[in-house]
């Protein structure tokens, strides 16, 4: 007999037959529902550390998604922290950490960066956003 339970982790058993002389082993896995990811911002010098993490869930692997004002994509940024290196982008890019298991998915709120870079002195414009509805305009005009 298998009891429920509500932790997460790993139940095995063994079942015997001493009619049938054979031997099944079985495990259940228990999970729980990822909850909504948040994303913490650190700026460096010479990048942006994004770091994704949950309060809730079990068996969780993390991924980015990248939104332009015309364009959204999934790239290949696996795990939790995501570190978006100096450069010049002529928009915006906003960044949503993904947080699933294999029984739920869950998105952050886009963070929203611009990060310019002028000959070796570097400024950043680093602008949060989160669940406005529309893309930011305000702050990000002049030249990088």
Request: glycine letters at 10%.
């Amino acid at each position: 007999m298998v009891r429920p339970t509500t932790q997460p982790g790993f139940i095995s058993s063994r079942l015997a037959s001493s009619s049938f002389g054979t031997c099944f082993s079985m495990t259940v896995g228990c999970m729980k529902r990822v909850s909504q990811p948040i994303v913490r911002v650190s700026d460096g010098f010479t990048n942006v550390t994004l770091n994704c993490s949950v309060s809730k869930g079990t068996g969780i692997a993390y991924y980015w998604k990248k939104a332009t004002y015309l364009d959204s994509e999934n790239f290949t940024s696996s795990g939790s922290v995501l570190v978006v290196k100096s450069g010049c982008e002529e928009q915006a890019v906003g960044y949503s950490c993904v947080a699933e298991n294999p029984i739920s998915q869950q998105i952050s709120l886009p963070v929203t960066i611009k990060l310019c870079a002028e000959g070796a002195l570097y400024q950043y414009r680093l602008l949060l956003f989160y669940g406005r509805g529309k893309w930011p305009t305000s702050g990000l005009s002049g030249r990088c």
